[in-house]
């Protein structure tokens, strides 16, 4: 049997016409805690995309805070939060 935990709580902490500053609780494990695990963003383009994209334009502020640079004014997006787990093999 597996525990599996509820994901975290995610809020939109500040936005501007260019980055977007996401929070979520509870905090997570730091990446150097647990091996080969990477957190990551995706977004979708509303209108746009037909599938979610990575995007590598982020600055981590902390385990709990990163800010999305790069994003265009006047455009709708959808943003979730992936944490992925790398084989070793």
């Not at 091996?35 to 963003?41: A, D, H, M, V």
Request: hydrophobic residues 35%; charged residues 25%.
């Amino acid at each position: 049997m597996r525990n599996e935990s509820s994901p975290p709580s995610l809020a939109a902490l500040s936005k501007t016409n260019q980055s977007l500053i996401l929070q979520w609780r509870p905090s997570l494990p730091a990446v150097e805690d647990i091996t080969n695990l990477t957190y990551r963003i995706q977004r979708l383009t509303i209108d746009l995309d037909d599938d979610w994209q990575y995007h590598d334009d982020v600055t981590w502020l902390s385990r709990q805070r990163v800010r999305i640079n790069g994003l265009r004014p006047y455009v709708t997006y959808k943003v979730r939060f992936i944490c992925k787990y790398l084989s070793s093999q």
